[in-house]
Structures are given as structure tokens and as C-alpha cells.
């Protein structure tokens, strides 16, 4: 079964830290473009960063928001994605989901993981 | 930087109807950088259309996809109780690298 699970959410407060998982199974992740994508509470999706596989480069992009905070990668040994976040606001709370895919959209997602910035 | 802009907001109709929802984009999109996906409240999306018109694996035929450059537009022939969602297009680009649409939620009229 293709599965993409998250965890590593929870309660972090202002200029804190956080680290996401997503394990993968069912295919094959080390060719896979990664993603991660949020969702604010009665939001809509936002686009967060991405990871190419190692043979398409194994290169960043992040959206201007988290530009220079997230950090997105990759261990392809064990069929897990990343995402390392440091000095966490508020407007990063939502739920953060993982996703597999390139250009052509995202056709495997996770289930995701709540992350709250609170004080 | 590329927006999407989706209309309507709420689409509000009956089982059995047909829908169609818009996506207009900012600047020219291509098409193979389209996609379309839905989502119900507590669930993650699910990948519909991509390339603007091909439907994912395992979409019904009920769903379709058209359009070019800025507009685009996903069609559902005959509505299902479980079509009411929430839809939203996607792009990839340059600048942001993938940017959504605000949404489109259809309800049950």
C-alpha cells in the first residue's frame, strides 16, 4: 500500500523549534520529489518546500514565508522526509502534510500532523 | 509571482447536477503544471487532475478538466453525495514554486 505517514507534531511556543517526520512505503521513495505542504486552521493549502530526489539534483525550495527558518530533507535509507523548523510564529500553526510529487501535482499525500505555535 | 484565483467561493447545488468550478490564473500557466485536487473536511486532498485535463488514477469519469494559459476549469457532469468538497487548482512555476487556489467549496444546496 502507498502510504505516507507524518508525525512530530505538537505544542511549541513562539521562536521555539520543531521536527517533522514522514515516513514512506508502497514506492519508491528515493525517486520521489518530496513536499511539504500546510493548512491553517479554516485556511486553504499552502506550499511550504520542496526536496528533488538525489538523481534529479537533491535541491531546495522554499516559499518566501519560511525562506531561511525550514529546512526540508531527505534520508532516503530509511524512506524518510524531513522538516526542521526553527524560530516558529504563531501564523505557523496549521496542520502539515507531506507530499509526493513534481511539476505535474502532488498524487501521494500523508494524513497529516498538527503543529501549534502558542505562547 | 503566479495567483490563482478560484470561483466561485460556494457553489451551492443539488445531487445529480452538473458543476463547474473556474481557476484563473495571474499570468500564463502551462498546462502540464495544472492540477486539481479535493478535500473533505478532516481528510487530506486527494490528486485529481493533472495537466490540466488527464484525471488520476482511480477518478471517476464524472470529473474533467480543461482550459489553457489563465483559464482553467474543473467539470463534474453529474454530482454524487460524495463530490460536496472543497476544491482547489495548483500550479507550478517559477515564483512561488507551487501556489494553490483559495478554494472552492461545494455544497449541498
Known amino acids: 500500500e502507498v502510504q505516507l505517514v507524518e508525525s512530530g507534531g505538537g505544542l511549541v511556543k513562539p521562536g521555539g523549534s520543531l521536527r517533522l517526520s514522514c515516513a514512506a512505503s508502497?514506492?519508491?521513495?528515493?525517486?520521489?520529489?518530496m513536499s511539504w505542504v500546510r493548512q491553517g486552521p479554516g485556511k486553504g493549502l499552502e506550499w511550504v518546500g520542496r526536496?528533488?530526489?538525489?538523481?534529479?539534483?537533491?535541491?531546495?525550495d522554499y516559499a518566501a514565508p519560511v525562506k531561511g527558518r525550514f529546512t526540508v530533507s531527505r534520508d532516503d535509507s530509511i524512506n524518510t522526509l524531513y522538516l526542521q523548523m526553527n524560530s516558529l510564529k504563531m501564523e505557523d500553526t496549521g496542520v502539515y502534510y507531506c507530499?509526493?510529487?513534481?511539476?505535474?501535482?502532488?498524487?501521494?499525500w500523508g494524513q497529516g500532523t498538527m503543529v501549534s505555535v502558542s505562547s | 509571482e503566479i495567483v490563482l484565483t478560484q470561483s466561485p467561493s460556494t457553489l451551492s447545488l443539488s445531487p445529480g447536477e452538473r458543476a463547474t468550478l473556474s481557476c484563473r490564473a495571474s499570468?500564463?500557466?502551462?498546462?502540464?503544471?495544472l492540477a486539481w485536487y479535493q478535500q473533505k473536511p478532516g481528510q487530506a486532498p486527494r490528486f485529481l487532475i493533472y495537466?490540466?485535463?488527464s484525471r488520476a488514477t482511480g477518478i471517476p469519469d464524472r470529473f474533467s478538466g480543461s482550459g489553457s494559459g489563465t483559464d482553467f476549469t474543473l467539470t463534474i457532469s453529474r454530482l454524487e453525495p460524495e463530490d460536496f468538497a472543497v476544491y482547489y487548482c495548483?500550479?507550478?512555476?517559477?515564483?512561488?514554486?507551487?501556489?494553490f487556489g483559495q478554494g472552492t467549496n461545494l455544497e449541498i444546496k
Open positions: 508502497g514506492f519508491t521513495f528515493s525517486n520521489a520529489w
Open positions: 495537466g490540466a485535463s
Open positions: 495548483q500550479q507550478y512555476g517559477s515564483s512561488p514554486l507551487y501556489s
Open positions: 526536496i528533488k530526489s538525489k538523481t534529479g539534483g537533491g535541491t531546495t
Open positions: 507530499a509526493a510529487g513534481d511539476y505535474g501535482g502532488f498524487h501521494i
Open positions: 499570468q500564463s500557466v502551462s498546462s502540464n503544471y
